[in-house]
């Protein structure tokens, strides 16, 4: 057990600070936990309709052949709608999936089927849908082609993994930090180590090394999650879903260290983090899209840190963009996570 | 010199520490003992003033050499109550480039039984000796110790005096503040005595008791008031003075005082209702100079 020589000091701080935090149970609950808890309720209470019943939308059936016989199928539920309007709701995830009839050249009709392959109900739409039209012999309705149309992230869950990741990755990273800090500090541990010959930019550099740790398991309990009990996917890379993830932690790292620099109790840091993340909260777009606040806001509320890491998440995991394209967003997190590192290291109160 | 806004915690302090020495910093709660060794330890500036340490003073250039020297523990720090006896003292020893190996340093302390225990779950006097590791592992020249034994038990206590004697038995310096007399008198080679933030007497711990020059100490309480110039003119008595009804007298001779006492009492009718006598003690020293008991504060 014993070891001759020490190791270096900023491996054995990350190593007491990991050891801390998972001997602390009410961290673990609410790191890991509670935002899957969160997923759950939220996913479950947003479901915008029932599991069996897939919406179909019905566009020019002039005859009502087509309706009729999807009628006929129990688990269909079968709107007429203009062409506009069903692409619409098509695109809200309101309908699973579209029927675009068509006359024939030669008298006779057919229909196109448009439809997102990627949502596990307009997957099962589509073969309930060809097993009413053309399941039994002999055909009704020949289907005359299938348009794809990917638009993920169309349910409100698709939307809300990914900022829950986001919140989690923000909650974790500024609780987490600012919390140990003030403790350390009000119990006279700071001092302490400022009487070593510790380097302090070592002490700090490790609170953003434990939070990787976790970074893993954290992150993969919510997508895990999402994934399995909701079918929300990662569209993108996971290489650069990892990126992003990574970036945005050590930002947060950076900003805890930040409001915990100078507190001396555990209610002013409290009362820092809350001014803090709370217009995150609101704005970010985590539970809504920003875009529902005034588009002159729109500037300042993607130079937020979290709606940029939201925004990378969402693009990553809903439209598969690759690397290039969250490159602004990763800037804005690296520009947050320097400058709050570098600031909270100059004004750090040791005791 | 320093002062905390309007208060001026340590003012015109003069001392000088001998490598291999045991210093004690003694006075009552708020005489400026911790403000004291706080700047001795680099953690506070003095506002005026100088302090050398080992050759230099902090704040030029060789801080992380000087904390690499010395070890120290601070009044009521509280270490990661989640992290074990070993794992606590392998990160301190982690900071040190030279020092001592952790299960030695635990064995050291006699806390080899409690490795692996959480810090949050060991007694008041297991914590403080696993703090005293925290400082030994550094094998430093200089052991600082504010207020090493306070709030423990009188078994702790003497474990705790047994560490200190045996390093200093090696070889190291210490430099301990304490408001116990049996402390300072114990383990000190000389003894500063501090009150209001000031030095107000500073000898080895025989010289200060001599300094008084009473064998004796006899304290008693009488039913009634007895001038206290009278008890002073009483053969073979130096001094005396009264504190919550209790009288003291420094006696010199210990055989004349105390028939002249016994009589004088008789005399007045006034009725005894206890007496004590005892050898001169430091606390007999900080009376004598402040008037007040060290315990007071």
């Not at chain 2, 309480?221 to 008890?231: D, F």
């Amino acid at each position: 057990m014993g070891e001759a020589s020490p190791s270096h000091p900023l491996l054995e701080l990350t190593r007491a600070r990991v050891l801390e935090f998972v001997r602390e149970r009410e961290a673990v609950f609410w790191v890991f936990v509670f935002p899957v808890l969160l997923a759950l309720a939220l996913g479950v209470a947003f479901r915008v309709r029932p599991v069996e019943k897939l919406r179909v939308g019905v566009v020019g059936d002039e005859g009502g052949q087509v309706t009729a016989a999807l009628r006929a199928a129990a688990d269909l539920e079968v709107v007429l709608l203009p062409d506009g309007e069903a692409e619409q709701q098509r695109r809200a995830g309101k309908l699973d999936l579209t029927v675009l009839c068509q006359r024939g050249e030669g008298g006779e009709g057919g229909v196109r089927l448009r439809l997102d392959p990627t949502r596990p109900e307009s997957r099962t739409a589509r073969l309930a849908v060809r097993e009413a039209l053309g399941g039994s012999t002999p055909t009704l309705v020949p289907i005359l082609a299938e348009e794809r149309v990917t638009a993920p992230g169309s349910r409100y869950i698709d939307f809300l993994v990914p900022g829950l990741v986001g919140l989690n990755l923000m909650g974790s990273g500024m609780w987490g930090i600012g919390f140990s800090v003030v403790v350390a500090r009000t119990r006279k541990l700071l001092k302490r180590l400022a009487a070593t010959p510790m380097r302090r930019s070592h002490y700090l550099l490790s609170f953003a090394l434990s939070r990787l740790a976790f970074l893993v398991l954290e992150v993969a309990a919510v997508v895990g999650f999402g994934w399995v009990v909701f079918g929300v996917g990662v569209e993108g890379p996971l290489a650069v879903l990892a990126l992003v993830c990574l970036v945005g932690a050590l930002c947060f790292a950076g900003l805890g260290l930040l409001v915990a620099a100078r507190p001396r109790s555990i209610e002013a840091v409290s009362g820092w983090m809350n001014l803090v993340m709370l217009p995150m909260w609101l704005l970010s777009g985590t539970f809504f899209s920003y875009e529902r606040f005034p588009a002159v806001t729109h500037g300042a509320i993607r130079a937020l840190p979290l709606t940029a890491l939201n925004d990378a998440l969402r693009a990553v995991m809903n439209r598969g963009v690759g690397l290039t394209a969250t490159l602004p967003q990763l800037a804005v997190l690296g520009l947050w996570g320097i400058a709050s590192f570098v600031v909270a290291v100059r004004i750090f109160r040791w005791q | 010199m320093k002062r905390f806004g309007e208060v001026t915690a340590v003012a015109h302090l003069d001392l000088e520490v001998q490598r291999g020495e045991c210093f004690a910093l003694l006075g009552p709660n708020g005489a400026g003992k911790t403000t004291t060794v706080e700047i001795l330890e680099g953690l506070q500036r003095q506002d005026a003033g100088s302090a050398e340490l080992l050759g230099h003073r902090w704040g030029e250039g060789h801080d992380l050499e000087l904390r690499q020297r010395i070890g120290v523990q601070l009044q009521d720090t509280q270490l990661g109550e989640r992290l074990t006896v070993f794992e606590t003292v392998r990160l301190f020893r982690s900071f040190y480039a030279r020092g001592r190996e952790v299960n030695e340093t635990i064995a050291l302390v006699g806390l080899t039984e409690k490795r692996h225990a959480r810090v949050g779950k060991l007694s008041g006097g297991q914590k403080q000796r696993l703090a005293l590791a925290c400082a030994l592992v550094a094998q430093p020249e200089i052991l600082f110790l504010d207020e090493p034994t306070t709030g423990l038990d009188p078994q702790a206590r003497l474990q705790i005096w047994g560490l200190v004697e045996r390093f200093r038995s090696e070889g190291g310096t210490v430099l301990l503040t304490t408001h116990y007399m049996e402390e300072a008198a114990r383990l000190a080679d000389r003894v500063a005595i501090m009150d209001h933030g000031r030095i107000i007497a500073l000898d080895t711990p025989a010289h200060l008791v001599a300094s008084l020059g009473a064998e004796q100490i006899v304290e008693f309480e009488a039913a009634g008031p007895l001038p206290l110039e009278r008890l002073a003119a009483l053969p073979g008595v130096r001094a005396a003075t009264r504190r919550n009804g209790t009288s003291t007298l420094e006696v010199a001779a210990i055989g004349e005082a105390l028939p002249a006492l016994l009589a004088e009492l008789q005399r007045f009718g006034v009725g005894i209702q206890s007496l004590r006598t005892h050898q001169p003690t430091l606390e007999d020293v900080f009376i004598r100079l402040t008037g007040r008991a060290l315990r007071d504060g």
